[in-house]
């Protein structure tokens, strides 16, 4: 009988997955080139930045002939299987590589890959292109299962001390950037650089602490494990408000927890100059970022949530007896790892403990920044016990609010008083403690009724809104300002639904978003291209919103609709159901500039809506939509406060000198 024989194949789709299409920006690359130097005992990397190229080298212990071979170009080759590479022999650093695909990572960037090294004063290297690795993996006839670098002639190796030097060639397109901006990411993604003998240069200067460009603007400070007091140092004094160290050990199981939580002043600060969100807590495993936000797994809504940084340390995620816990990105842990839901159980009791207390600083605070204003004061002292007690409840309240500019926050603290003086007037106070920072609507609630006192509030906050509604107005009647009509209601969410005050995302649901609707967008003919201006995704007031707007000379059938839109509606829901928010609601908002072209009648057009709205899908016009936002404000206009004690009041607020405040 004739012996069987097997065999096991390499495809280019793993080449794709765990190359190709692994990560999709140079710090997320290059943090895989700085942990593998790491983990090769290296003090020093240079990374220099080229027009076309990035070169790194390290001084790490290099690779031999055999090395190259069998380890770095051995695809899935697991270090941590030989317990004497577990730990390096030189500084006994527990090794950050596990899966042996990091490699692959660099052909997410480039096509061209130089690798020279040297060992024991042996010097090797060679060349790597993705598309001869592609070509050669089509070719199934000769394909044998293997690959062959080219190898570098000696003239070509520059490297001349022990070490690793790595070239990544042929950039590709729209995977540049900056030295400042690549040291700002890379000291938020390792937190062992600057220390314990290794060091990071980047066009020859050393990324430090200071480079991740945060810490001097924390404002209170939770931290956590032995030697965490270092994180107070890193802050500045006259911004730390306040510092706590909390308990770091999570349950009964053994694992302990180290890093840190704070919380910043102001929202906006979260946001750097790069256009990076920094409202986030990351999850480094080993020194190494190993999740971009674990905020996200949270339904947590509270408002002291948008003011959090954070930086855990959780090595308990990747023991070298235990399972491997990152997923293949190596870009976040795996939802279901026990492990990983014991952190989560921990990090809900901590924010519920930091909420306690921001509530109670940001209380404090907000009534000491109230009462700076005389007028306020006169009128604070005036209210009796009971009552200052309640007005302390709501300037703290207040000041809860993501709210940065002084002007919103005078506006607001206006409002706060009408609102107050209305439930006085009709002894029904109780509703102002009722109500939370969150609940923005029940500030518009307050004024309901449409009282003299209400006019008076309404009366300023609309002559803003008409503005903007008017400058929307001047556009459509011009057909040139498409993309400044798109701009203008992208930052007016309330101009399509006025509880959608306005819209955030996370970078993870963005790009998650952007990747899937450029697939679908490239699959679009012509004519829908061209009947189109854009299409954005946004998350106002917790629902997922997938804004379409139509040039305003298409006319569509309701049926197009759909066929259009739908494919994207569809994608978003894949893309929670897949994030484990499947739950949470969709809605499509196409804008249009004329009725669709099955709206005959009125009675057409009732049952085109009612199709559509089966699908969440709501159409919009441009000129209903500028209708109906005029007059829901107009008639506030129409009416006028008397100059009573209140208004007086709410003068002095708008002529105090906030700026030398």
């Not at 810490?215 to 802050?235: A, P, R, T």
């Not at 009791?349 to 207390?357: A, D, M, T, V």
């Not at 639904?497 to 003919?525: N, Y």
């Amino acid at each position: 009988m004739t012996e069987k024989t097997y065999k096991m194949t390499i495809s280019l789709n793993v080449l794709n997955h765990l190359g190709i299409n692994l990560y999709s920006n140079i710090p997320a690359v290059l943090s895989e080139v700085v942990a593998n130097a790491w983990d090769a005992d290296a003090e020093v990397v240079d990374i220099v930045i080229g027009s076309d190229e990035i070169a790194i080298t390290d001084d790490g212990c290099g690779m031999s002939y055999d090395d190259l071979n069998d380890k770095y170009l051995l695809v899935g080759y697991i270090r941590r299987e030989q317990p004497s590479e577990a730990i390096t022999p030189k500084y006994k650093r527990l090794v950050m590589g596990r899966k042996g695909i990091g490699k692959l990572s660099l052909f997410s960037i480039a096509d061209t890959i130089e690798i020279q090294s040297m060992k024991n004063g042996d010097k090797n290297g060679f060349v790597m292109s993705a598309k001869k690795i592609q070509e050669q993996l089509k070719d199934k006839e000769n394909y044998s299962g293997e690959y062959h670098p080219d190898p570098l002639p000696e003239d070509k190796i520059v490297i001349n001390k022990q070490g690793t030097r790595m070239n990544v060639c042929n950039l590709k397109r729209g995977t540049s950037t900056t030295a400042s901006a690549l040291r700002k990411r890379l000291a938020r993604r390792f937190s062992i650089i600057g220390v314990d003998n290794f060091t990071v240069n980047i066009d020859g200067s050393p990324i430090g602490i200071e480079d991740r460009d945060y810490f001097y603007k924390v404002q209170y400070l939770w931290h956590y494990g032995e030697n965490s007091e270092k994180y107070i140092s890193y802050c500045r004094k006259e911004t730390l408000l306040q510092h706590d160290k909390r308990p770091n050990e999570i349950g009964k199981n053994g694992y302990e927890v180290s890093g840190w939580i704070g919380s910043m002043a102001k929202a906006g600060l979260l946001k750097d100059d790069l256009g990076d969100n920094l409202n986030k807590i990351v999850i480094m495993v080993r020194g190494k970022l190993a999740q971009e936000d674990i905020l996200e797994d949270f339904v947590e809504g509270g408002m002291y949530t948008k003011y959090l940084i954070g930086e855990l340390h959780a090595d308990f995620l990747d023991t070298d007896e235990g399972e491997d816990s990152a997923t293949t990105s190596r870009q976040e842990i795996k939802k279901d790892d026990p492990r990983y839901e014991a952190l989560k159980s921990w990090v809900l009791g901590e924010l519920k403990n930091i909420q306690s207390l921001w509530t109670k600083l940001r209380n404090e605070e907000g009534t000491e920044w109230a009462l700076q204003v005389p007028a306020i004061k006169e009128w604070f002292d005036s209210l009796g016990k009971d009552n200052e007690r309640r007005a302390k409840s709501l300037f703290g309240k207040l000041n809860q609010l993501s709210i940065d500019s002084t002007e919103d926050k005078r506006t607001l603290l206006s409002y706060s008083v009408l609102a107050f003086e209305n439930f006085r007037f009709k002894e029904n106070l109780d509703a102002l403690d009722k109500m939370t920072p969150e609940n923005l609507q029940a500030l518009a609630e307050i004024f309901a009724s449409q009282d003299d006192i209400e006019a008076s509030l309404y009366y300023q906050i609309t002559r803003g809104r008409l503005a903007v509604i008017n400058k929307l107005k001047d556009q459509v009647n011009n057909i040139d300002l498409e993309k400044e009509i798109q701009k203008h209601l992208y930052e007016h969410l309330w101009l399509l639904d006025t509880s959608w005050d306005r819209g955030t995302e996370s970078p993870s649901m963005e790009e998650s978003v952007s990747k899937a609707w450029g697939k679908i967008s490239a699959k679009l003919s012509a004519e829908e291209r061209r009947g189109r201006v854009d299409i954005k995704y946004k998350n106002p007031s917790g629902k997922h919103v997938i804004i379409e707007l139509k040039k305003a000379d298409v006319v569509l059938k309701t049926y197009q609709v759909i066929e259009q839109v739908d494919k994207y509606r569809v994608a978003l829901t894949k893309i929670l159901r897949s994030a484990g928010r499947g739950k949470e609601p969709v809605e499509v908002v196409c804008l249009v500039g004329r009725g669709l072209g099955d709206w005959t009648d009125p009675d057409e057009e009732n049952k085109s809506r009612q199709s559509l709205a089966g699908k969440n899908i709501r159409v919009v016009m441009y000129q209903q939509l500028i209708e109906d936002a005029y007059m829901s404000y107009k008639a506030y206009l129409d009416k006028r406060a008397e100059a009573g004690k209140v208004t007086k009041l709410i003068q002095s607020i708008e002529e105090y000198d906030w700026a030398n405040a």
